[in-house]
Structures are given as C-alpha cells and as structure tokens.
C-alpha cells in the first residue's frame, strides 16, 4: 500500500486501540519502515510500504520503542526490546542534573543502580568521556541489553551484576532510576509489556540514600515522592538537597551533596 493510506489506516487503527498519540505513532512507524525521520515520510507518500505486524502490536499497547527496537536517549540512539524499561524523557533531566554535580570534578567515579538498557550510564560516559561509570542491575536481561547498547555505541563502561549495596564501595557520585511504583494497577497498558523488576519496587531511594559513600547523590522518583526522598536524604547527612522538576512540572530528580 502507499504510504499515505498505510499512515491513514494505521493513525485508525491506533485511535480506535486507544492510543495516545495516534497520528504521532503512525508516523513513527512509517518512517521507521521507509528508513526516514517523521517528517520525511510526507516526501515519500506515494512510496510503498508494508506496515508488517507493527501497526498490530502497537495496537496491543506495546510501547512504541520495542515496536521499533530503537528509541533516542538524550545524544544516543539505544536498542530498546522488553529485556529492559524504556528509557523515558524525564530520566534526561537526571542525567542533566549528574554532569552538573561533577562538573567540577575530574575523572569522576559514578555508579548508576539499575542500569536497565544502559540509558543513564551510557549518557553519562557520552557527555564526560573522562568519567568512570559503573552500572549495576539485578537482572542478567537488563544487563546483556546494556551490554549490546555499549558495544553499538562503542562506550566504555563497566556493567555486571549487582544491587544497591554497591553503593557504599565509594564514589563521586551514585545515580540511579529505580523502580518506584507500588501498583500497575490503572496505570497505561504499555507498562506491562516492561519487566516488573525495572517498575515495581519500594524504599529503593532511602535504602541508596542511605548506604551511599559518595560526594553526591542523584535519584529520579515517582509522582508525590520527591518530599519524602529529600528527607530523607537530608535525615542521612546529606546537604544541599534540591528537587528538580521534569518538563512536565512533576517534582522529578532530587540530589544531594556530602
Ligand atoms: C526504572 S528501571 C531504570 C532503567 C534505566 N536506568 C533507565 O533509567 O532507563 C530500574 C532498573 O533497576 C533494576 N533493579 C531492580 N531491582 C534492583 C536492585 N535491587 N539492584 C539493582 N538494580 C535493580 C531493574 O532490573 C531495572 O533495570
């Protein structure tokens, strides 16, 4: 079919599966089977295309980055497939928020808990080509996701397993996005596609904010947490605490400093 009716049929079939952003992911997909960006398939509206089962398992509620198998990460593009979470925009700010805390510090040493695809560490070792990273996950799955995302990308960064306790061995600064929802209930179809390791989890901040030796500290939390977490950072001596909103004006990353 030509690409103009593949976009029509599949933005249909996408609203009528309750898709946010129909029109958004129909482009996407199209562009991805043309090998264009979003707005270079309006160049190509009478090229053919074969729509191949995408359109299907985004009409599941299968996150748009796994129907893609690639999805862009602040400067990278990662390979993204159910072994890990999606990385997600609001983790960008965290990332923002890590190169700021060391900025001033040379050949920083930075562990990232839960590295999942690799997104954070992979970043962070993109942006500061100097830092030692460090990822840790428990899941052998994330792990070997990551694994692949560094070889792509040629960056060097190490990646075993491991969990929070690796925290205390010593650092310029631990980062870490962990899983922080209690319930998928009522949430978006789309986050049970993702591992429940990588999304469901309780007291991950505290336990970090406690066990971390490092001069800094930065955690993305979930919608409503960040008070809570900037207690208790501040209740285990850590200083200047701060709260940074995401793009969506929901109180996202807090940090603090030793
Ligand atoms: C919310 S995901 C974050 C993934 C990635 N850092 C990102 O921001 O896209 C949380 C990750 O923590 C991992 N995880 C869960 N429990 C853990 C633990 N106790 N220690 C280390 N990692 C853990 C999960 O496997 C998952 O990869």
């Given at each position: 079919m030509k690409a103009r009716d593949a976009l029509r049929e599949a933005e249909q079939r996408l609203a009528a599966a309750g898709v946010e952003t129909p029109r958004v992911d129909a482009e996407w997909i199209?562009?991805?089977?043309?090998?264009?960006?979003?707005?270079g398939v309006y160049?190509?509206?009478?090229?053919?295309?074969?729509?191949?089962?995408?359109v299907d398992r985004r009409a599941a509620r299968e996150p748009?980055?796994?129907?893609?198998?690639?999805?862009?990460?602040?400067?990278?593009?990662?390979?993204?497939?159910?072994?890990?979470?999606?990385?997600?925009?609001?983790?960008?700010?965290?990332?923002?928020?890590?190169?700021?805390?060391?900025?001033?510090?040379?050949?920083?040493?930075?562990?990232?808990i839960g590295v999942g695809s690799g997104a954070i560490a992979l970043a962070l070792k993109d942006e500061r080509p100097d830092a030692d990273v460090v990822g840790v996950d428990v899941s052998e799955d994330a792990l070997s996701l990551a694994r692949e995302n560094a070889?792509?990308?040629?960056?060097?960064?190490?990646?075993?397993?491991?969990?929070?306790?690796?925290?205390?061995?010593?650092?310029?600064?631990?980062?870490?996005n962990p899983p922080y929802?209690?319930?998928?209930?009522?949430?978006?179809?789309?986050?049970?596609?993702?591992?429940?390791?990588?999304?469901?989890?309780?007291?991950?901040?505290e336990r970090i904010?406690?066990?971390?030796?490092?001069?800094?500290?930065?955690?993305?939390?979930g919608d409503g947490?960040?008070?809570?977490?900037?207690?208790?950072?501040?209740?285990?001596?850590w200083n200047d605490v701060a709260i940074t909103p995401d793009l969506a004006g929901v109180d996202r990353v807090v940090e603090g400093r030793r």
């Amino acid at each position: 079919m030509k690409a103009r009716d593949a976009l029509r049929e599949a933005e249909q079939r996408l609203a009528a599966a309750g898709v946010e952003t129909p029109r958004v992911d129909a482009e996407w997909i199209v562009a991805h089977i043309l090998g264009t960006t979003r707005s270079g398939v309006y160049a190509r509206l009478d090229d053919d295309v074969e729509l191949d089962g995408l359109v299907d398992r985004r009409a599941a509620r299968e996150p748009l980055a796994y129907v893609l198998g690639e999805w862009g990460f602040r400067r990278l593009i990662l390979k993204t497939d159910r072994r890990a979470l999606v990385p997600r925009p609001e983790t960008e700010i965290l990332v923002e928020r890590a190169l700021a805390l060391v900025h001033d510090v040379e050949q920083p040493r930075v562990l990232d808990i839960g590295v999942g695809s690799g997104a954070i560490a992979l970043a962070l070792k993109d942006e500061r080509p100097d830092a030692d990273v460090v990822g840790v996950d428990v899941s052998e799955d994330a792990l070997s996701l990551a694994r692949e995302n560094a070889a792509r990308l040629e960056l060097e960064v190490e990646l075993r397993r491991g969990d929070e306790s690796a925290a205390a061995e010593g650092w310029d600064l631990v980062v870490s996005n962990p899983p922080y929802v209690d319930s998928l209930i009522g949430l978006q179809p789309e986050l049970s596609f993702e591992p429940h390791v990588a999304l469901l989890g309780e007291g991950f901040h505290e336990r970090i904010g406690a066990t971390a030796q490092a001069r800094a500290i930065v955690l993305e939390v979930g919608d409503g947490q960040a008070d809570d977490v900037g207690r208790a950072l501040r209740a285990h001596s850590w200083n200047d605490v701060a709260i940074t909103p995401d793009l969506a004006g929901v109180d996202r990353v807090v940090e603090g400093r030793r």
